[in-house]
Structure formats: structure tokens, C-alpha cells
């Protein structure tokens, strides 16, 4: 028999002794009173997303200056308009106090792309040739823009 399977881990622990209480509530109220449910909270998926989004932006930070505006960039609207959007304004927050200009963004000094992979980011430097300052992985590149 494998005793690893009943190794007490603190998942099962927290399980055991919300069952426990669960059992003596169920038990000790009286006739005719419901008991409460306990629910305990997990991370809702924006929270996920947004440490995800934190996570990629970090990548990007020794490249880019403290504030001031850069351009931005993504390819098309990828899935709809309204992902390209979500897209920017979430970079937008996690980036900030730095500004994103995503209007005429190759106007800038520096650009960020923020593509679905790092091929779309390749062929939209070499589509527009453009310079790369570096590539940040997970389809987040720093361009040089034109600075005009």
C-alpha cells in the first residue's frame, strides 16, 4: 500500500477541518435552521489576468522609461476591437504613470509591441521595417519608432 496518497498536505488539512465544522454545525442546529454556507473565495479570472497581463509588462521595464509616452502597437484587431482595446488599456494601467499612445505610435522614440506570439511580433518589424530593440518573449517586443 502507498502511504504517499495519505500524507496530510495543507489542501487536505483546510478540507478536513471545513468538513469538521461543517459536520458539527449541521449537527448542533436545531430543528428547522439552516445552516450557513461557507464559501471560500478564489482569484475571479480578471484577477488572474491582470497578474498575468503584470507579469508580461514586467518583462518589458528595464527598457522603457519611468514616464513620458511611447507608442503602441498589436496587430489588426486580433480577435475583435474590443480584445485590441482590452489589450491596450490593460497594458495602459500596468505601465502607467507611463503613457501608450496607440494613435500614431511609430511617432515615438520607442514602440511596445504586444502581439499573440513572438512570430506575429517578427513579422510585423519585418513587414513595416522596422529595428527591434528587443524581444521580451511571450509576443511582447521593443521597437525604435522613427521619433518624429
Known amino acids: 500500500m502507498n502511504t ?5 498536505t495543507p489542501r487536505r488539512i483546510v478540507q478536513q477541518v471545513v468538513l469538521s465544522v461543517l459536520l458539527v454545525l449541521s449537527v448542533s442546529a436545531p430543528a ?15 484577477e488572474h489576468e491582470q497578474a498575468h497581463v503584470q507579469a508580461r509588462m514586467n518583462r518589458l521595464s528595464r527598457d522603457l522609461p519611468a514616464h ?6 498589436t496587430h489588426g484587431y486580433m480577435h475583435s476591437k474590443s480584445d485590441a482595446d482590452y489589450r491596450y488599456r490593460m497594458a495602459q494601467y500596468r505601465l502607467a504613470p507611463l503613457k501608450l499612445d496607440a494613435a500614431e505610435p ?8 504586444d502581439f499573440e506570439n513572438d512570430n506575429d511580433a ?24 522613427t521619433g518624429r
Do not use: C, Q, W
Open 122 to 145: 517578427r513579422t510585423y518589424v519585418r513587414r513595416h521595417d522596422l529595428s527591434a530593440r528587443r524581444f521580451a518573449g511571450s509576443g511582447l517586443i521593443v521597437i525604435e519608432g
Open 106 to 113: 511609430l511617432r515615438h522614440a520607442l514602440v511596445i509591441g
Open 68 to 73: 513620458g509616452t511611447v507608442g503602441y502597437v
Open 4 to 8: 504517499d496518497t495519505f500524507k496530510p
Open 32 to 46: 428547522g435552521h439552516a445552516v450557513r454556507t461557507i464559501v471560500i473565495a478564489r482569484p475571479s479570472n480578471m
